[in-house]
């Protein structure tokens, strides 16, 4: 059975940093693509960044420049770096793992993230 455990989430004034973790388990292959989504309330879900096996990287365009996704492929882990952060980056962030550019085979339950002051 996969499972994704997000974990890194937590209140944070504008201008300030976190870093999201995201575990992968019961997945026995390398897993293709690793990403994160959010969600804000009252709004769709949407892609943020995702990271191939091979490295590749994308972006959305509202957290280009501020994020930074890495994984560490041995321990099936996904991070992603937030600096700069905005009161509009609040949401629950979700992460997924996957083919294609965005993954969406399999999804966490999601870490809450507030930027507020």
């Known amino acids: 059975q996969v499972q994704l455990v997000e974990s890194g989430g937590g209140l944070v004034q504008p201008g300030g940093s976190l870093r999201l973790s995201c575990v992968a388990s019961g997945i026995s292959a390398t897993i293709n693509v690793m990403g994160w989504y959010r969600q804000a309330p009252g709004k769709q879900r949407e892609p943020v960044a995702a990271m191939a096996s091979g490295g590749r990287t994308t972006y959305a365009d509202s957290v280009k420049g501020r994020s930074t996704i890495s994984r560490d492929n041995t321990k099936n882990t996904v991070y992603l770096q937030m600096n700069s952060l905005k009161p509009e980056d609040t949401a629950v962030y979700y992460c997924?793992?996957?083919?294609?550019?965005?993954?969406?085979?399999?999804w966490g339950r999601g870490t809450q993230v507030t930027v507020s002051s």
């Open positions: 997924a793992v996957g083919g294609g550019i965005w993954p969406n085979a399999y």
